[in-house]
């Protein structure tokens, strides 16, 4: 699979190979954020040993710890470097496990090897941009619009971002979800959702 | 038979009419969530974890119960029918029941399966019913030096078996302790990495972590793959429903084969049923290679039977060391703990006294969940398996819009909001670069105990580091442990060097 030079970082496809080096990086921050939040933290006087800050210290360790074994990890064993196409990919469904194990890293498929011009779509980045793009507008939008529009805008939102394509539709459906978890959230359960704009309509 | 009067007065609560609607509803949502790709039964308790808010604790355990086997009874149909598997949990018993399913087989693979559930969760809740209370009375032995002992098991063993990669386990395990440790230091009131905000005082609340890693975290990972992986076929189950006799008798053997291998694990932390799962696989395969006419590869019945019924043997268990220790052996049992907190209760051996009444009624309401859960499939796994039919973006968007909803009902923060989505990216990173979910979970739910307990004993013992070991209890803990670790490695080790020689000779 991969070539003598893959180890050369001018290689055009060193780096898309090993954006899994963005682990290692966020655990160094974490570690950084510990052990600069247990340097200032402020200790009450009378406090026995062991004290809070103990434990803290000991993660940060260890967060600095893993993230220069994974890094180097991810470094000496970089992704395929030929990406599965979208056609080719769909053939080979891969169970979709939940530890991770990614189903379109099945990368040395005779099929993706052949395509001309491999397109890293095994992330899809608009979706995942829009998915949490909606997400964002949900968070920002719920207090002031309020839940029944927010959440219909957050159904909404999702459907299309995952490929609904019945736009008009799924208005309506959103709508009447958002609707109905608020009835039963407030006439049944008893607990309170922001009204938002449509406060008193209710 | 102090056991069973407790049992039957378990039974008498839960036979009322409104808390055998929890079940129902408990088992018919279980089976809901586990039948979706990918969303186990961890995922529909933390999920439901804030819309029960309004029950009483009991009529919300009643449903958790139905909850949790749901979600083990749902996530084998998709994994049959579509060879996807709901959960890692049914991948073993997708291996074979897929193929039974291309091969017309389908009805009777789900039969195979839902029953394997039944057997499995029935004779696990009776050990626990009969086994926990003593259980319990041992644990009221453990100190903090043993608890201590158990929490640093069950991070070893959830960091460095349950993952491919060792290393990778214990990074998880790093991101879920630095996690917890946000919020006011119990012990002495300092405040630890809140950034001067009062809404992280109490620290991030599980059901954010959870939701986010879990649910958020899965729905991101589908948008993700959206367009390579999505077109999976569906096969659908016609004919007949039930084992023929020639069926049954190879499925009972591999049923209880499985029970018997699930059990043990559910006390072991090692983070859920994927090892007992495919222990279970790998003994029904090479037992069927001895006689003639193996289906092994063809679609052999107790391919199912035995998976199925080992993943459930060890949820059941896991539940009986949740409830008799207080210590999550699992991801599922982490989340459950967090609902005992929800409700102010601290599951261990005090809870037994503390809140019989809660615990008997929740272990009698695991037998009528088997049963609801057997009647809901047996005969209805095809009219489960429309729900597959349900375009995908639609179901990820409720889970999206349920999510939200209950992490805003639960506190009405938009902190939590802004967290659980920063916790969601994050469980589709770690997804995406192959780091296990579960350890994050187990380093959250028992990080905070892990330190309590240490600065316990050493302040008891005045800072002598001996007390840690000193007690016959955790010494031997340690030392199973030690062994444990040595036997992984050099089983590793040895597989490596076999890989390398193949490789050699190949070349």
Redesign the interface.
Known sequence: MSTPSASDPRQPDFWRRR??L??PL??LV?GI??AV?TVT????DN??????Q???TL?AG??FV?AV??AV??WRRPEPARV?T?AA??EN????????????DAADDPAATAAPEPLR?????P??L???GT??A??VL??PLG?ILA?AG???G???????RRTVFDIF??IA??SG?QLA?SAG?????PPGILEGVF | MDSLSNLGDGFLTVLTPMNMLWVFVGALLGTAVGVL??L?SAMAVALLLP?T??LDPIGAFIMFAGVLFGGLFGDSIS?ILM???G??TA?AG?IEGHKMAQSGRAAQALAASAIASFVGGTVASLLVVFFAPSLARLATLFGPAEYLALAVFAFVAISAV????I??G??SL??G??IA?VGI?G???????TAGMPELFDGINIVVITVGLLA?GE??T???????????KLITSTGRLWLSRREFRLALPAWLRGTAIGVPFGIIPVGGS?VPTFLSYGTERRLASRKPGSMFGKGAIQGVAGPEAAGNATAGTAMGALLALGLPTSATAAVMLAAFRQYGLQPGPLLFERASELVWALLASFFIGMVVLLILNLPFAPLWAKLLKV????L???I???A??GI??TS?K?LD??LV?AI???G???????????PVLIGVIL?PLA?TE??RT??VSE?DPLALVSSPISATLYIVLALGVAGLLIQRARTARAQRAALETAA
């Not at chain 1, 933290?41 to 009450?44: F, R």
Request: hydrophobic content about 55%.
């Open positions: 954006t899994g963005i682990m966020l655990l974490t954020v510990l939040g933290m402020e200790v009450p406090v026995a040993s062991p004290g809070p103990l434990f803290p993660i260890g967060c893993f074994l994974l990890d991810v599965a979208r990919a769909a469904p891969a169970p979709a496990a939940a530890d991770g194990t990614d189903a379109a779509v095994r992330s899809n980045r979706a995942v829009g998915l949490v997400v964002v949900f968070i719920l207090l839940w959440g957050l159904f909404w999702v459907a299309r971002t995952l490929g609904s459906l959103a979800i958002s978890i959230f359960l008893g607990l309170n959702l | 790709p990918g186990g819309v808010f309004s994994g060879n996807t598997p959960n890692s991948i997708t349950v993952g491919e990669s290393l990778r214990l990074t790093a991101i302790l630095a440790l230091d012990m002495s009131g300092a405040s630890r990495f958020l729905v991101i589908v948008a993700a793959r959206r367009g390579t992986s999505e077109e999976a994927e375009p995908r973006h639609y990820y968007a409720g999206t819009v349920f939200m909803l805003f009902a009405s938009v909001l802004v989505l969601g990216l994050l589709f990173a770690m997804r995406r670069y192959g780091l296990p979910v579960a990080g330190e240490f600065r050493m302040a800072g």
